[in-house]
């Protein structure tokens, strides 16, 4: 059973995606709900370091935590924090959120992603080998299904482990306790796919084998990712 990450594994994160979230914020609330797209665009610096604020004092905190709860409630949030910084009056709460949901649908919707064809290609190989697959991220559930099913990718993996998924989040060794007790496998059977020392570190605490994504100078994200799946076929032989 191997656990892939998203982050730095089927996306790369040197690819900045910062401006894209801003200029796509811009272009659907100033069309929603009034001002400029660069009115929006820059409200969005101050409400996003709001919110990894509240992300990192929340993966602080230890035991089962509601992250779905948690999730859904910080987007609006973050919705009223651009209010704010956009000088635009709030609206109640129950709009809010959807408001909040509606830009972040637009602008998943038309993010210009490029996941790693290689590394797909290799994933597949993998698959075909008979290895089970499950996505392993801090992201949400529901957010990783959607990005799966964006790059054509869903029908690799069985679970799709969000921290929502197992209440557990991605900050420490219990978050791969939590994911190897949901999926009923040993630690000595499955491995990990992750871009983070830290991540693998937690992995390897949890007594599961660890792959890193190590991109050398010079090598492309693409060719990094098939590399490290390329290791994990020669480990099961």
Request: glycine share 8%; net charge negative.
């Amino acid at each position: 059973m191997l656990f892939v990450d998203k982050g730095g594994v089927l996306i790369d994160n040197a690819e900045d995606l910062a401006p894209q979230w801003r200029r796509l914020i811009g272009e659907f609330l100033s069309r929603r709900i009034g001002g400029s797209d660069r009115i929006w665009a820059d409200a969005n610096v101050p409400a996003f370091e709001r919110q990894l604020e509240r992300w990192r004092a929340e993966m602080a905190k230890r035991g089962p935590a509601d992250i779905r709860g948690f999730f859904a409630k910080d987007a609006r949030l973050w919705f009223l924090d651009m209010c704010d910084a956009a000088a635009i009056a709030r609206p109640p709460d129950d709009e809010a959120e959807r408001i909040a949901a509606e830009t972040v649908n637009y602008v998943k919707a038309h993010l210009d992603i490029r996941p790693p064809q290689k590394g797909l290609l290799a994933l597949r190989a993998l698959k075909r080998r008979g290895l089970v697959l499950h996505m392993a991220s801090a992201d949400s559930h529901d957010d990783l299904v959607e990005f799966l099913e964006r790059i054509g990718a869903r029908d690799l993996f069985d679970r799709v482990y969000g921290s929502d998924l197992v209440r557990t989040w991605k900050s420490g060794p219990e978050y791969y306790r939590a994911i190897l007790s949901d999926s009923g496998v040993d630690a000595d059977r499955a491995a990990v796919v992750d871009d983070s020392p830290d991540a693998l570190s937690w992995a390897r605490q949890s007594g599961l084998r660890v792959f890193q994504v190590v991109r050398r100078d010079g090598e492309e994200f693409d060719d990094a990712v098939a590399r490290a799946f390329g290791e994990v076929a020669r480990a099961i032989g």
